[in-house]
């Protein structure tokens, strides 16, 4: 460990050590996941389980029913999902294809919500998941408007890459937030998973970009014309409906 860290800061190594199943996990996994004692490790999971953050099951340790219930109430989340579900469910009528719905954390996307395609093919998204924002097209889309200093940040460090198609060319990906902020649009193809492609919108709250809306194709059904202007209207649906209830 670089310094030593406070209890606070070591129960949440410990949390963030159940990714990205939610376990089950063992004493000694969980302990070598944080780089902490076996000692220290059994003592915190202990009190996480008097508090209800962590359970304990024959086949290890899991993440608690508190922290579900803690989660399902985060106001942006809350209130973005409460907005967004029914143009979800109207653009998966529409499309009968896996429609994301996502908001940034640090240079990451993380999914809210998630509906599976009729015809559902491997994705590497889940609720509660995160993918690097520069191979998503949810990322791209709330990378693209998220302002200068991020990009900034963003095109500055090495680019992480999930696929042979991924962008990792600083150059490529300056061009490709450029387009995106002309059409309004992002296009992925293959870049998180091969074989799929997707179109995301940024969805906006006062004027700042608070989260995108993409549909998921096999690349074989990726179509833009068809599905562009479909993402396009859903995600403005969200928009005006997140300034309805501010």
Same mark, same amino acid.
């Given at each position: 460990? &670089? ?22 996990? @063992?004493?000694?996994? /969980?302990?070598? @996941? ?55 469910? !109207? ?16 240079? !990451? ?7 599976? %395609? ?5 994705? &590497?998204?889940?609720?509660? %998941? ?25 095109? $500055? ?10 962008? /990792? !060319? ?13 059409? %309004? ?9 091969? %074989?799929?492609?997707?179109?995301? $919108?940024?969805?906006?709250? !006062?004027?700042? /970009? ?13 179509? &833009? ?5 479909? /993402?396009?209207? $859903? ?12």
């Amino acid at each position: 460990m &670089p310094r030593n860290l406070s209890m606070l800061e070591k129960s949440w190594l410990i949390l963030d050590a159940f990714r990205p199943t939610g376990g089950p996990l @063992r004493l000694m996994d /969980v302990a070598e @996941r944080c780089h902490l004692p076996k000692t220290t490790t059994f003592r915190l999971l202990t009190e996480l389980i008097e508090i209800g953050a962590v359970t304990r099951r024959e086949e290890g340790y899991y993440l608690g029913r508190r922290l579900f219930e803690l989660g399902s109430i985060v106001p942006l989340e809350r209130d973005l999902r409460h907005a967004a579900l029914p143009f979800m469910h !109207d653009l998966y009528e529409a499309t009968h294809e896996t429609i994301h719905l996502g908001v940034r954390d640090g240079l !990451d996307v993380v999914y809210v919500e998630k509906i599976r %395609g009729r015809e559902s093919f491997s994705l &590497p998204s889940r609720v509660g %998941g995160r993918l690097p924002l520069t191979c998503t097209g949810v990322g791209k889309a709330l990378l693209a408007y998220s302002g200068p200093e991020l990009i900034e940040e963003v095109l $500055a460090r090495p680019l992480r890459g999930l696929t042979p198609h991924s962008i /990792v !060319d600083p150059k490529r990906l300056e061009e490709a937030i450029g387009q995106i902020q002309a059409a %309004g649009l992002a296009y992925e193809r293959e870049e998180s998973q091969l %074989g799929g492609a997707c179109i995301a $919108a940024p969805i906006f709250t !006062d004027g700042e /970009v608070v989260a995108a809306l993409s549909v998921s194709v096999p690349l074989a059904r990726f179509h &833009p014309t068809r599905l562009a202007p479909a /993402v396009k209207t $859903a995600a403005l649906g969200v928009s005006r409906a997140m300034a309805r209830s501010l």
